[in-house]
């Protein structure tokens, strides 16, 4: 075996898998970070077993228990962010300061979620009869399987994985297969949190050797999956069929096309920097990127050259090379679907007013220049579908209604923006916007840790993940009757 092999994790021990797969930086793709085991079908089915047989001891570990294995992970995360920040740019591409941002954030997760295993309640209320009172209280689910993308490596298993097992529930995670390094760090981190042997277990592989298993096993009550929409899809339709052990509950988040709307009465500077952070940063690999900038007529052409001109001052180099404003794509097939969107963006009438080419830095990678498509319409394939890079649309609008019109036009509707400094607009922009969450006058993507993340239509199923919102999908309600 490989000295430097990372393995999984099941029942408290750390197993090889039935391969490794190397974790390679997409800054340079001459640097490995490490070879990481793959999981087949059967040690996935281990690992369901291991989860399955810690559910009797870690949901009634007392809410102490669990608060104190939750901050301990938390605390190491926020000590260690430096450095994990610097795995998950290493791994993933995002910029050394977006990576000890995600890496803080999820440091906080665990913290808050340590916080919540403490305040789990429940409701006591007269019944109708007499001489009876009724108790409603929270369980958990059971075993739960969490299945997470590449683009967000410590910040969405943490949001996850802590909701999980503060309400009492055991976890299989399976982590993108892009991204290993950081999901091994939270396992490793745990491993010394306390928790008992079997409560959180890391199954790395691939969605298509594992995802079957991970999704269709009788023992797993819960699924919750961040990722595309096709898979969501599947995963969905395996949890109503499923044969045996009755329906998983399953929670996903998949796509985003999200709209900010730049209004004639804008603060050009905000929504030159709302536009750049939402579509751009983090290489735009988010679902909550802001996609579409529908711009109203009079600020139309004043927006677009000052989006241009900041567009081409960003500095896209190697994420952990101080100064770089945007890393890399996260790999050849994410570059080259980017870069089929642009093309087919064109076809259908868009021009390409910054960016959008492929370029070298001093390293193998896999580096493009932030697009900016003007003259683009809500009509086109590259404003309807997801393209999850740095690629942007202007797609103009005569007024507010049309605006409104457009950005709720769309099969998504995860997150939603506008940039105005109308109390009126912001207000009716507010309520009206088809979507699970509205952004005034800030970026679409970039949001708190302790509210609800969620979106409507075919962005999202079920109830919403992080804050206490996530008792929702990590918990069973039981209502007991009690006789005199
Ligand atoms: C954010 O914008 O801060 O996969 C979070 C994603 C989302 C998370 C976005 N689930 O991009």
Not at 102 to 121: D, N, P, W
Not at 138 to 164: C, H
Not at 284 to 299: K, P
Request: aromatic letters at 6%; a neutral charge.
């Amino acid at each position: 075996m490989h000295a430097t092999e990372h393995r999984n994790f099941i029942a408290g021990e750390w197993v090889a898998g039935v391969r490794t797969h190397p974790n390679v930086n997409p800054s340079d793709t001459r640097d490995v970070v490490g070879e990481y085991a793959l999981a087949d079908a059967a040690q996935a089915r281990t690992a369901i077993e291991a989860a399955h047989a810690a559910f009797p001891k870690w949901s009634v570990a007392t809410p102490q228990q669990r608060a104190d294995a939750l901050d301990f992970i938390g605390s190491e995360i926020l000590a260690r962010k430096a450095e994990l920040g610097d795995l998950l740019a290493r791994e993933e591409g995002k910029t050394l300061p977006e990576g000890v941002g995600e890496a803080t954030r999820a440091g906080h997760i665990f913290k808050f979620f340590a916080g919540e295993a403490l305040r789990t309640g429940g409701e006591l209320l007269p019944s109708v009869r007499p001489g009876v009172s009724v108790e409603i209280t929270r369980e958990p689910l059971g075993v739960v399987s969490i299945i997470t993308p590449w683009n967000f490596p410590i910040a969405i298993p943490a949001w996850k994985i802590a909701p999980a097992l503060a309400y009492g529930n055991c976890v299989v995670f399976k982590p993108a297969e892009l991204v290993p390094g950081c999901a091994w760090a939270i396992a490793e981190i745990a491993s010394r949190s306390g928790l008992p042997p079997g409560a959180l277990n890391l199954v790395m592989g691939r969605g298509s050797q594992i995802g079957d298993t991970l999704v269709g096993d009788p023992r797993v009550a819960g699924v919750s999956f961040t990722g595309s929409v096709a898979t969501g899809h599947r995963i969905a339709q395996s949890c109503v069929t499923r044969k045996e052990g009755g329906m998983a509950k399953f929670q996903l988040e998949m796509g985003g096309k999200n709209p900010l709307v730049v209004l004639d009465d804008a603060d050009l500077a905000t929504a030159v920097t709302c536009a750049v952070q939402g579509a751009f940063y983090s290489t735009g690999q988010r679902c909550t990127a802001s996609s579409r900038l529908i711009v109203t007529e009079r600020i139309h052409d004043r927006f677009v050259e000052a989006l241009v001109a900041k567009t081409r001052s960003l500095v896209i180099d190697d994420a952990r090379k101080a100064g770089t404003d945007i890393g890399p794509v996260v790999d050849e097939r994410q570059l080259e679907q980017d870069l089929e969107y642009l093309a087919i963006a064109r076809q259908e009438g868009a021009t390409l007013a910054a960016g959008g080419e492929r370029v070298e830095r001093g390293a193998p990678g896999f580096y493009l220049t932030p697009a900016v498509l003007t003259h683009a319409t809500n009509a086109m394939r590259s404003s309807r579908e997801e393209i999850f890079g740095p690629v942007a649309s202007v797609i103009r609008a005569r007024d507010y209604d049309e605006a409104l019109a457009l950005a709720n036009d769309s099969p998504m509707g995860l997150s939603s923006g506008v940039v105005t400094t109308s109390l009126k607009a912001a207000a009716h922009f507010k309520r009206n916007a088809q979507a699970g969450m509205v952004m005034v006058n800030l970026p679409t993507a970039g949001v708190d840790y302790h509210v609800p993340f969620g979106g409507r239509k075919a962005s999202s199923f079920g109830p919403r993940e992080q804050g206490r919102y996530a008792a929702e999908f990590y918990t069973t309600v039981k209502t007991a009757y009690v006789g005199a």
